[in-house]
């Protein structure tokens, strides 16, 4: 085992972690929702994940990795140990157990669940907000917070029977995104609606059949106002209680001969338009 002067606070527990070592057996259970939740913490895999959760003061309960990643990984173990975060060393068979790609990158860290209450993310007075109105694929709603992020969003809304976002799909694919945005789970997507709207924001709903032009919306200087832009399902779109609730229904123009835009390209579409109006 590595020496602790190389910076890292190893557990006093001769030899490596299993898959068996208690530890590690509570970690795995992490990969189930209800565990999540009834936890209050969820996994974070990889370098690049571990890298910006440590970056987010108290979020980081344990690192998990091989000796291997450790070495390769030397200053996010001495982040680690620095912040007084247990490092502890696993067999490659745990990390695998621990982990759920297919070719997993040595690193999994135990991380504090981040939820904002919706009156505090709006107390910061958010220019853009995303609104993923019961989207239950982890994929897409990762993909659709990264670019919420990378757009300037405040604050990403996990509204109604919406994915878990702290389900390891969606972490994965938020690419470390989800420690930079207030994260908000809203069990009534309308009280939430009208939440931001009384906070000041204009409520767009995304919609292909939506009387109003995404591009008009823009030369008209509309998106320059403070914005929450509601998302749907693929398969369903949003509810029609949603749809309804807005201040205006829009729709994304086609130009060729395309039927429609996925869920995260329709919503990068959105964002951006905002984003440049906000500049």
């Known amino acids: ?81 620095g912040a007084d975060v247990p490092v502890s060393e696993v067999t490659d068979e745990a990390l695998a157990a621990l982990a759920e790609t297919v070719a997993p990158q040595g690193l999994v860290a135990v991380c504090r669940q981040l939820d904002v209450p919706l009156e505090r993310a709006l107390a910061r007075r958010p220019r853009l907000v995303a609104v993923l109105a019961e989207i239950r694929d982890p994929g897409n709603a990762g993909t659709v917070l990264r670019t919420a992020d990378a757009a300037g969003a405040g604050a990403v809304v996990f509204a109604g029977d919406a994915v878990d976002p702290y389900n390891g799909k969606c972490v994965r694919a938020s690419a470390g995104s989800l420690f930079h945005v207030d994260v908000v789970r809203a069990a009534d997507p309308v009280h939430a609606v009208e939440a931001l709207r009384t906070a000041g924001l204009s409520i767009f709903a995304t919609t292909g059949y939506g009387a109003a032009d995404l591009d008009d919306l823009a030369d008209a200087g509309r998106l320059a106002a403070p914005t929450a832009w509601l998302f749907g399902s693929e398969a369903h779109g949003l509810p029609p209680a949603l749809t309804e609730a807005a201040d205006e229904r829009v729709r994304v123009p086609l130009h060729g001969r395309a039927e429609s835009l996925n869920l995260a390209a329709a919503a990068a579409v959105c964002l951006y338009a905002s984003a440049r109006a906000h500049r």
Do not use: N
């Open 1 to 81: 085992m590595p020496s602790p002067s190389r910076g890292r606070r190893l557990d006093a527990v001769p030899g490596l972690f299993t898959p068996r070592t208690p530890r590690v057996v509570a970690a795995r259970r992490l990969q189930r929702r209800r565990d999540r939740d009834g936890a209050g913490r969820f996994l974070a895999e990889g370098p690049q994940a571990v890298r910006e959760a440590l970056a987010h003061t108290g979020t980081v309960v344990e690192l998990f990795g091989t000796p291997a990643a450790l070495d390769r990984y030397a200053d996010l173990a001495a982040t680690a140990a």
